[in-house]
């Protein structure tokens, strides 16, 4: 009974003073509460237009024909791109295309009409500005449809036909309908900012922590915690203190971000929040363990900024959400296996994004389990090392502190 007692005062101990820190630590308050609070409501901002609209294009038109004519006036008309101009050659569509006055251009060549006319198939150059993929995809799926459209009327107007119905038919013998699964608006922002949240949750922790874990080797901190880790048991209560204080705050920052900013600018929120709680409470008890980890690591609280920022984009990539999952190389997904946002990216998308529930996501949820109770034992392994290094210095200090005072008697 004495033992249970003293291991929850110690951890209790441990969770009091680790609040502490953080509360007066300007640069760790910043990456736990402004960071996560702020970061989201900005990236949500700048995404919530879903899709680009009037991409600027420059028309080479050669044929000068009414059909010409026609293509140019219904792409002008769609909501995705905006005729700027025309240009006399390529050449000078090219130099509105270097100096992105333009992101695209239409070819109409010379023999378009006169293809037409002699039932042969006539083409359209699109050539885009493909540093930009939303604006490409405006551009050339607004010539694909504009051009699809054209034809169909060609066809129904060559064609000797009675009814309007007979038209409809020679025109789409098949009546495709298209539904965008998981995605209704096709935005831009529903597809990728799920993804973004869940990572921000790992990323803050990680900087937070290593902040944290910088400053106290900076001021030598560790040997507060001798008298606890007096024993082997010592570790688990310094860890699970210290875990209980990021968990406490970001038990609330992570309702907040996948049940609050999904819901303020309408991106596709189906999943059930008890499921969510369930799955996100190994994700966050990983991304803590892992980033008591990675902090073992951080010598200066500058150093841990630069990492994070360097590998945040690439995380993002080994996710398998921008970047097809198949199309990983095998050794680059081993690399993503190491990192929590992996599965807690994937998991949390089939959930709230496709309305999956707890067993469709059973192989991550396991993995989450998995990976936090290996970073948990990294941990405490690494926070003993600590302490042993702390002791050993505080050894030193009385030897040399004893060896003094010998001196000058």
């Known amino acids: 009974m004495n033992r249970i007692s003293e291991a929850i005062h110690d951890t209790c101990y441990i969770w009091w003073d680790e609040m502490k820190q953080v509360v007066k630590d300007e640069g760790v308050l910043i990456f736990f509460i402004l960071v996560p609070l702020l970061y989201p409501l900005l990236y949500s901002w700048i995404y919530n237009n879903e899709v680009v609209r009037d991409v600027p294009v420059v028309v080479v038109d050669d044929c000068h024909s009414p059909l010409s004519r026609q293509f140019t006036r219904q792409c002008d008309a769609s909501p995705d791109v905006k005729v700027l101009s025309y240009a006399a050659d390529m050449d000078e569509a090219q130099s509105l295309l270097s100096r992105q006055v333009a992101r695209g251009i239409y070819y109409i060549p010379s023999d378009f009409e006169t293809r037409i006319n002699r039932m042969e198939q006539a083409t359209i150059g699109v050539y885009c500005d493909m540093s930009l993929m939303l604006a490409y995809k405006a551009i050339y799926m607004t010539a694909r449809l504009v051009s699809l459209e054209m034809g169909a009327d060609i066809q129904t107007k060559l064609g000797q036909h009675f009814t309007t119905r007979d038209e409809q038919i020679a025109a789409k013998p098949l009546q495709a309908e298209e539904v965008a699964m998981y995605n209704p608006t096709g935005g831009y922002g529903s597809f990728i900012i799920p993804a973004v949240l869940i990572l921000i949750i790992q990323q803050t922790l990680v900087l937070g922590i290593g902040l944290s874990a910088g400053t106290a080797r900076e001021r030598n901190r560790y040997r507060n915690l001798i008298p606890i880790s007096r024993h082997y048991n010592g570790m688990f209560r310094i860890v699970g203190g210290k875990a209980l204080c990021y968990f406490m705050i970001y038990a609330v920052l992570t309702a907040y971000l996948v049940l609050v900013v999904p819901r303020l600018f309408g991106f596709t929120s189906i999943g059930r929040w008890d499921q969510l709680a369930v799955f996100l409470l190994p994700y966050l008890l990983d991304c803590i363990f892992f980033g008591m980890v990675v902090s073992c690591m951080v010598r ?38 190491l990192f929590p946002s992996t599965f807690g990216v994937r998991g949390f998308i089939r959930i709230n994004e496709m309305g999956g529930t707890l067993s469709d996501v059973l192989p991550e949820y396991q993995v989450l389990w998995v990976q936090g109770l290996i970073y948990f034992i990294i941990a405490c392994l690494v926070y003993r090392y600590q302490i042993f290094l702390a002791r050993q210095d505080a050894r030193e200090r009385l030897s040399n502190i004893q060896q003094a005072s010998s001196q000058e008697e």
């Open 300 to 337: 200066y609280r500058e150093n841990v900024m630069l990492l994070v920022v360097f590998i945040s984009i690439p995380l993002l990539f080994l996710t398998g959400v921008s970047w097809p999952q198949s199309s990983i190389p095998g050794f680059w997904q081993g690399i993503s296996w």
